[in-house]
């Protein structure tokens, strides 16, 4: 494994320190659970819908430092979050999407996920793939400062280190495949978020240097390394780009929205529509399901707002195989170019993405030395994300940041207190535990 900047021996001593001071136990008996966040330069929006995605991690993430408990009980402080959450792990998890609450209106809405369900959620997964979890775990967890609510998968970030602390203390033993269904039956049937397996794919599958691409139909993924990379270098430095992230400063939950999931029920309707087209009305409605010959002569039949999903999914899809053959010769101009038009097809088809977070792509479009730049996460909230010339980075980055404070000064204002727009950041690991 390279030996990359993130975790920091700082960062791990502490996690270390609070999880240590949290058991009475020795500092060297801490495992440290590091879940890295994950950028989608090519692929947004169509990993619910059977498409192939593609991926990396990047050198920031999730920290959980921990140690098994002897029994059933769990103990858990947060970084970013306060209070402590305990549970035992023998107690049956319930979904939050059948908890509700009334509101003063008299309307009922699904509770909010607070920081503790994660770890329910992953006990619930483990649970309901019929693992056996008898022991809990105490321990501390903390995402990369200023980043959480980002659109960098925070979501799936904490729900896979959960799942590899609790796989630890009870001994078991899983691939990185089984956990991607683990971490969905979290993420679907636990919060009740329609996505696809984009973000867990990338958190555990990832190599560095390398693009993930994921075929989420059949599951079936490649590795793709960049040849402007040395694998086999033991530091960050002398990379062909640099990975900016520029923040919005907009924050909140998928979940608390109904956006993304409306998106995701417009996909399948256009899917439905297409498919009884041609007599397939049996099989499942994922656009996947549709050959592009089959939408070509039938998008007629969608309304305007199904057309246009429709085409994000078809196009973006073959950008992703164009974008594959960029990455592998190395042509990170073409491949940037893409992530630009997998950006304005997501504003014009897909329909997502806010203002702010479209003055932030502007923003590194302009900018020099940028490749391409696209929104990072489902493009409602968080961050863009773009591929920049390395030597360029450091200008590419002043620039967007001006250029966004003289847009949004507001929500430029309210990120975290002396925090910039933008952070330069390096490609990652997949998770694993030290
Ligand atoms: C979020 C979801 C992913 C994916 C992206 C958009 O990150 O969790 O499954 O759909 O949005 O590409």
Redesign the pocket.
């Known amino acids: 494994m390279a030996n990359l900047s993130w975790p920091s021996a700082e960062e791990q001593a502490r996690v270390r320190e609070i999880a240590s001071a949290m058991t009475g136990k020795n500092e060297n008996d801490v495992k440290v659970v590091v879940s890295p966040y994950r950028i989608?330069p090519l692929?947004?929006?169509i990993?619910?819908q059977g498409g192939t995605?593609l991926a990396m991690t990047i050198n920031r993430g999730i920290l959980l430092g921990f140690i098994p408990s002897n029994d059933s009980q769990s103990h858990l402080r947060s970084g970013q979050f306060d209070g402590e959450v305990k549970f035992s792990v023998d107690e049956a998890q319930q979904p939050k999407t059948t908890r509700m609450i009334n509101l003063e209106n008299g309307n009922n809405v699904h509770e909010e996920a607070n920081w503790g369900d994660y770890a329910k959620g992953a006990v619930f997964a483990l649970q309901k793939s019929g693992k056996q979890v008898t022991k809990g775990i105490t321990g501390f967890i903390c995402g990369s400062e200023g980043l959480d609510s980002s659109?960098l998968?925070s979501s799936?970030a904490v729900g896979i280190a959960y799942l590899l602390a609790l796989e630890y203390a009870n001994t078991l033993t899983l691939t990185p495949v089984e956990n991607i269904e683990l971490d969905r039956i979290i993420?679907n049937e636990y919060l009740g978020?329609r996505?696809?397996?984009?973000?867990q794919s990338a958190i555990l599958l990832s190599n560095y240097g390398c693009l993930t691409s994921m075929n989420c139909k059949t599951k079936d993924y490649t590795l793709v390394p960049h040849p402007g990379i040395n694998k086999n270098e033991k530091h960050e430095n002398g990379e062909a780009f640099k990975i900016l992230l520029a923040f919005s400063g907009l924050k909140h939950a998928?979940t608390s929205t109904n956006g993304?999931n409306d998106r995701v029920a417009e996909c399948q309707e256009a899917a439905r529509v297409l498919l009884q087209a041609t007599g397939s009305g049996d099989l499942e409605p994922l656009l996947c399901n549709v050959d592009r010959e089959t939408y070509e002569a039938h998008k007629g039949k969608l309304k305007p707002s199904l057309a246009k999903r429709a085409e994000h999914f078809f196009s973006e899809n073959a950008r992703v195989t164009e974008g594959l053959k960029a990455w592998a010769s190395g042509d990170l101009r073409e491949f940037g170019t893409l992530m630009s038009a997998s950006a304005q097809s997501s504003i014009q088809n897909y329909e997502c993405g806010s203002e702010p977070l479209k003055d932030l792509c502007e923003a590194l479009w302009q900018a020099p030395g940028v490749y391409g730049a696209r929104f990072s996460?489902?493009g409602f909230r968080g961050c863009c994300v773009g591929l920049v010339e390395a030597g360029q980075a450091a200008t590419a980055a002043r620039l967007v940041e001006l250029e966004y404070r003289r847009r949004q000064p507001e929500l430029a204002a309210g990120l975290r207190p002396g925090s910039s727009v933008v952070l330069l950041c390096n490609p990652g690991q997949s998770a694993h535990l030290i």
């Open positions: 989608c692929g947004a929006h990993d619910h995605v659109g998968s799936a993420e978020l996505n696809g397996i984009l973000d998928l993304y996460g489902a």
